[in-house]
């Protein structure tokens, strides 16, 4: 089985902060990793495929880097409605998330 | 547009056949490259996935559930089915259906998932 380990596990930032998550698994993925978002009480968002593809819709301050183990979520500068939950996943062998990243607006 | 909704009983006994259905719409599971599968999330905790079917009718599931998960789908109705044997209070959680509408996007729409308990 990959395993996905994100870091860190809870942020807190300020609006119009950069903010980074990152996301490691266990064996290479190639670039076969999305983002999710998910608020409470909803369904997860899918925020970026294939690694570094932003869905549509989804504003550009969100950003998406990365190959084989290592992966990065950059919100380029926080927004209010950014706080929530945010999941990577990868989809190379079956699909297996990570733990989440809570990130809270200060 | 395309939505997808989730079915089936909120509560379930110890040890009973959980069977759930997807209905969705916007979107045919005959068309190549499309996937539609259940992944759960018990409270306070992260996403599990546990079954896929594609447009071939391929199947796939979790390793950690395989033994009690069957999928299908009814391509006429729009819809796919997930059965899970053996239910335990741990498999309490909330059940998404979600849509691959190609197989390098991940899962670009979810359901709005459904509360399962699993309780005497």
């Known amino acids: 089985d990959i395993q996905m380990t994100q870091s860190p596990s809870t942020l807190s930032a300020s609006v119009g902060d950069r903010v980074t998550i990152t996301c490691r698994a266990s064996?290479?993925?190639?670039?076969?990793l999305a983002w999710y978002q998910q608020k409470p009480g909803k369904a997860p968002k899918l925020l970026i495929y294939?690694?570094?593809s932003l869905e549509n819709g989804v504003p550009s301050r969100f950003s998406g880097s990365g190959s084989g183990t290592e992966f990065t979520l950059t919100i380029s500068s926080l927004q209010p409605d950014d706080s929530g939950t945010y999941y990577c996943q990868q989809y190379i062998t079956y699909w297996t998330f990570g733990q989440g990243t809570k990130v809270e607006i200060k | 547009q395309i939505t997808l909704k989730e079915s089936g009983p909120t509560l379930v006994k110890p040890t009973q056949t959980l069977t759930l259905t997807c209905t969705f719409s916007?979107?045919?599971?005959?068309?190549?490259?499309?996937?539609v599968g259940w992944i759960r999330q018990p409270p306070g905790k992260a996403l599990e996935w546990l079954a896929l079917i594609y447009w071939n009718d391929d199947k796939r599931y979790s390793p950690s559930v395989k033994r009690r998960l069957t999928i299908t789908k009814d391509t006429s109705k729009n819809q796919v089915v997930l059965t899970m044997t053996s239910m335990d209070p741990v498999d309490t959680a909330t059940y998404y259906c979600?849509?691959?509408?190609?197989?390098?996007?991940?899962?670009?729409?979810w359901g709005q998932g459904t509360l399962v308990t699993v309780s005497a």
């Open positions: 979600v849509v691959g509408t190609t197989v390098t996007t991940g899962f670009d729409y």
């Open positions: 294939k690694a570094s």
């Open positions: 916007g979107f045919s599971l005959s068309t190549t490259g499309v996937g």
């Open positions: 064996q290479s993925v190639n670039s076969w």
